[in-house]
């Protein structure tokens, strides 16, 4: 059992230079871990474990999701842009109401869904390869430095439509487009496979795969979405892990938001783990939901509206399983900027707030301790091992 006389004393401290390498004196002696190799093995461990330490706790990003045609890309444009673009957002909604303009409430270009209930490519807010650097940082809000906050952005949706895109397309990148998915990475052959008996998903001209006809067959039949889901969400997932990696460790960036609009409908539990707070954008009710969506795409009957509603998680469940629940609601804009602000400092507060230096200090001192206390009890016992020998050969000498 440990006694006082284990324990270091004040000019005992040779095991503190020796166990983060200052010196190390070489002992030839038969058993494997000595003191000395005892100290370098606990310096090896304690160096893993704080770089284990800061790579999980820097691995922080943020989920943005929610139901189709509640806002979501809103939200992060929002987000990305800053102080100027809220106050526009909210100017914009003064002015229909003094009827300035006479434009209504509407949501960004880039929350527009296609036919396979994902957002169209036409957009410029985000930045999903580590060539786009300049969307990554805020606007200067209340033009305060302190209070500036840089975002790194990744769409699931980007990636689910590149995916679905040939080899040939994402190599040759038609029409100047900018894929940041790589031709290995394309599900295109499997997804024709799989869909060989609906050959009306491609397009006539390009040959590609027509996101409005496959999104057709998918919604009318829920086995064949669940046969492409299995073929597209562990891609979708690997691709999503990598810039998020780069996000946390490589953008400099304070927080790292991605827009998953499915979230919560994948059965990938891998995917929800990635993920340290949730944040649900959603709307007062079901018909304002149903309402956007007819609005944005006319050409969509109201049972095709029904269909991708019903295909997603009720609003109210994805609210209870989120971190944060911000209300898009209509008309209230000043109050949805609040919230916003809100959800965004408590994400600073809750990422950032006890910093990854607290957790280093209190596992050097805690390792530093245990290593100084076994160095001590080894001591002692082999120093009392060696004189309990040393009396035994004394007493046989005698009896002799």
Same mark, same amino acid.
């Given at each position: 059992y440990p006694t006082a006389t284990m324990f270091p004393t004040y000019a005992d401290w040779s095991w503190v230079r020796t166990m983060w390498g200052l010196e190390c004196f070489v002992r030839y002696e038969s058993d494997i871990l000595t003191p000395h190799g005892l100290c370098w093995l606990l310096s090896i461990r304690t160096a893993?474990?704080?770089?284990?330490? *800061? %790579?999980? !706790?820097?691995?922080?990003?943020?989920?943005?999701?929610?139901?189709?045609a509640t806002g979501k890309s809103t939200m992060v444009r929002l987000l990305v842009q800053g102080q100027s673009a809220m106050d526009e957002f909210v100017r914009e909604e003064e002015e229909d109401k003094d009827g300035s303009d006479g434009k209504t409430e509407k949501d960004d270009d880039d929350d527009k869904t296609d036919d396979n209930g994902h957002k169209k490519e036409d957009k410029d807010t985000t930045n999903d390869s580590p060539n786009k650097d300049d969307n990554n940082s805020n606007? /200067? #809000? #209340? /033009?305060?430095t302190d209070d500036v906050v840089t975002i790194y952005t990744v769409d699931c949706d980007a990636i689910g439509h590149e995916i679905l895109l040939s080899p040939t397309a994402l190599k040759t990148k038609q029409g100047g487009s900018r894929y940041s998915v790589s031709p290995g990475e394309s599900v295109y052959e499997k997804v024709c496979q799989t869909f060989a008996q609906d050959n009306d998903i491609l397009d006539a001209q390009t040959h590609e795969i027509d996101r409005a006809k496959l999104g057709a067959v998918i919604f009318a039949d829920a086995a064949k979405r669940r046969q492409l889901n299995r073929l597209t969400h562990g891609r979708i997932a690997w691709i999503l892990w990598k810039r998020l990696a780069y996000g946390c460790y490589l953008s400099g960036q304070d927080l790292v938001v991605a827009e998953v609009p499915l979230l919560f409908e994948t059965q990938s539990w891998l995917l929800r783990s990635l993920f340290c707070l949730t944040v649900m954008v959603t709307v007062e009710s079901v018909d304002v939901q149903r309402a956007r969506l007819q609005a944005r795409h006319p050409q969509w009957t109201v049972e095709d509206c029904r269909r991708r509603l019903d295909a997603q998680m009720p %609003?109210? @469940?994805? @609210?209870?399983?989120?971190? *944060?629940? %911000?209300? /898009?609601?209509?008309? !209230?804009?000043?109050?949805?900027?609040?919230? %916003?602000?809100?959800?965004?400092q408590s994400c600073m507060d809750r990422i950032h707030g006890v910093g990854i230096s607290v957790t280093q200090i209190v596992v050097i001192v805690v390792a530093t301790l245990m290593g100084g206390l076994l160095y001590r009890i080894h001591i002692v016992n082999k120093s009392g091992g060696g004189d309990g020998a040393e009396a035994g050969e004394s007493a046989a000498a005698a009896e002799l």
């Open positions: 893993f474990l704080v770089v284990g330490l *800061y %790579l999980g !706790q820097s691995f922080c990003p943020i989920a943005l999701t929610g139901g189709i606007i /200067n #809000n #209340n /033009n305060n %609003l109210h @469940e994805k @609210e209870r399983r989120a971190s *944060y629940v %911000l209300s /898009n609601t209509t008309g !209230q804009r000043r109050v949805v900027v609040r919230d %916003l602000r809100s959800i965004q």
